[in-house]
């Protein structure tokens, strides 16, 4: 069971350009910085995001959009609550992050 893992970010408006730039390329960095503590080998099927160009205008304040695809739940499950390269990647958004939103499915199952 694949599942897909969408994060939508909104950056603070006083975070400097750089910062927020800096911050989208550790996020996609996880894809390989992720490592699975049995196998010893990046886990993350599947890594992408980047900067809203949506011409819609319905972002609500979001800015940037990432998606991540886990092989199963005990992948998913490890990347949220135990792997180190992303709890720290998270801790580190405390001061530039505005508001996040996260949106998990498996595809086809509706």
């Known amino acids: 069971m694949t599942i897909m893992h969408i994060v939508l970010f909104e950056f603070k408006s006083t ?4 910062v927020v730039k800096d911050a989208c390329r550790r996020m996609l960095a996880l894809k390989d910085n992720c490592v699975h503590p049995t196998s010893k080998q990046p886990y993350v099927k599947s890594y992408g995001g980047g900067k809203d160009n949506s011409p819609e205008g319905a972002q609500g304040g979001l800015t940037h959009g990432f998606i991540s695809e886990f092989q199963n739940e005990g992948d998913r499950k490890y990347y949220l609550e135990k792997d180190p390269a992303h709890l ?3 801790a580190s958004l405390k001061d530039i992050v505005e508001g996040v939103r996260v949106v998990d499915f498996e595809p086809g199952v509706y």
């Open 88 to 90: 720290e990647f998270v």
């Open 15 to 18: 975070a400097k350009p750089e």
